[in-house]
């Protein structure tokens, strides 16, 4: 499914994308949105949130006994893309905490990132 798309990525190796890419790229998404993939919440608590943030945008994923719950991404506003890095970070927090609040509100949440400099604004 997803081999049209990986040789779209080899050096260089021309961009062409053909009818096999956007099938590929069509089958990738709808096979992340379906059971086996995505979960519904068990309303049990103890979930696992993954923030990322890079200088294009920021992304997380919201999981519970080790499946995925949601994911959630948004491109940089203009302004944000002058932020530091762990700023972006804490963003991308921020970001994840707002949309999914009414799956962690009094419930307990585990908080993954791969910056080290936020574990101050966690202390």
Known sequence: MAIPLTSL???HAKYEWTPECQ???????????????????SGQGNYVLY???SKMGLGAVLMQD??????????LKNHEKNYPTHDLELAAVVFALK????????????IYTDHKS?????T
Do not use: N
């Open 9 to 11: 990525t080899k050096k």
């Open 23 to 41: 099938a590929g790229f069509e089958g990738l998404k709808q096979a992340l949105m379906e059971a086996p993939v995505l979960a519904m919440p």
């Open 51 to 53: 923030t990322d943030a």
């Open 66 to 75: 080790r499946r995925v719950i949601a994911y959630a991404s948004r491109q």
């Open 99 to 110: 949309i999914w609040r009414h799956y962690l509100y009094g419930e307990k949440c585990e």
């Open 118 to 122: 936020l574990k101050y604004f966690f």
